[in-house]
C-alpha cells in the first residue's frame, strides 16, 4: 500500500541541463499536483493535473516549466535550461478526487550547480 | 502579498504543556482549513481541518479553532510530546474553486523533554 513515490530523491544538475522530476500517485489517485519549497517558505502550488489534463497550471512559471501525467506511468516535472534559482525541494501530492485530502510524497531536493 | 501568514516562525515548548500555533489569512474565499505537520526530509502529512462552518475540531491531542471574523485560526496541542516536534503549515483553501491549499509559511515547533 505504496504511498505517493517521488524520484529521484536528490538531483543535482549545472545550468542550462533539463531536470526530470517524476512522481507516481498512490493507487486508485487519478489526481496530481506539483508544488515548490523555496528555503525558508511555504509550499507554492505549481500545477494540477488529472490523467492526460492539466487542470490547473497557474502556479507554474511560463517559460521552462512543464509537466505531463499520461495514461501509463508517473506525472513527470520537466523544467529545461535550468538557473541557480531553480534549486528547491519539488512535492508531489495526489488525491482521489479534487476535494479530497492531498497525500504528498517526500520530494525531491534540486539543486543547481 | 502573503494571503496565509504564520507570524511565529518558530515555538518552544516544555513537554506536557500547550503549544499554540496561530495562522491570519486575508481570503474570505477560504472556508476549508487544513494544517499539515512536516517533518524534516519529508513530505507535509494531514493533520485537521475545520470548516468554515465550525469554530472549532477536536481530535485527540489536536485542536483547531477558527475565528471568522478576525479571519485567524489556531492549533492547539496539549499535551506537547517531543514526537511532535515538526514544522506545521495552515493551509486554506475555497470550495468554489479547484481545492488548492494556499500554504503558510510554517512554524517550526520544538517541543524540549
Known amino acids: 500500500n505504496a504511498g505517493v513515490m517521488q524520484n529521484p530523491r536528490h538531483l543535482v544538475r549545472r545550468r542550462g541541463q533539463e531536470a526530470r522530476l517524476r512522481c507516481s500517485p498512490m493507487?486508485?489517485?487519478?489526481?496530481v499536483y506539483w508544488y515548490r519549497q523555496l528555503p525558508e517558505e511555504g509550499l507554492k502550488f505549481m500545477v494540477y493535473?488529472?490523467?492526460?489534463?492539466?487542470?490547473?497550471e497557474s502556479g507554474m512559471p511560463k517559460e521552462r516549466f512543464s509537466a505531463e501525467f499520461p495514461k501509463e506511468g508517473p506525472s513527470i516535472l520537466r523544467i529545461q535550461q535550468v538557473v541557480r534559482g531553480d534549486s528547491a525541494a519539488y512535492f508531489c501530492a495526489s488525491s482521489k478526487g479534487k476535494n479530497q485530502p492531498q497525500h504528498f510524497g517526500d520530494g525531491t531536493r534540486l539543486s543547481i550547480l | 502579498d502573503q494571503q496565509v501568514k504564520q507570524n511565529s516562525p518558530s515555538l518552544s515548548v516544555q513537554e506536557g504543556r500547550i503549544s499554540i500555533l496561530n495562522c491570519d489569512y486575508t481570503n474570505s474565499m477560504f472556508d476549508y482549513f487544513l494544517w499539515y505537520k512536516k517533518y524534516p526530509a519529508e513530505g507535509p502529512t494531514f493533520l485537521i481541518s475545520i470548516s468554515s462552518i465550525k469554530d472549532k475540531n477536536e481530535d485527540g491531542r489536536f485542536t483547531v479553532f477558527l475565528n471568522k471574523s478576525a479571519k485567524h485560526l489556531s492549533l492547539h496541542i496539549v499535551p506537547s510530546q517531543p514526537g511532535d516536534s515538526a514544522v506545521y503549515f495552515c493551509a486554506p483553501h475555497a470550495s468554489g474553486g479547484s481545492y488548492i491549499p494556499t500554504f503558510g509559511r510554517g512554524t517550526s515547533l520544538i517541543v524540549h523533554p
Open positions: 493535473l488529472q490523467k492526460e489534463n492539466i487542470i490547473d
Open positions: 493507487k486508485g489517485h487519478s489526481h
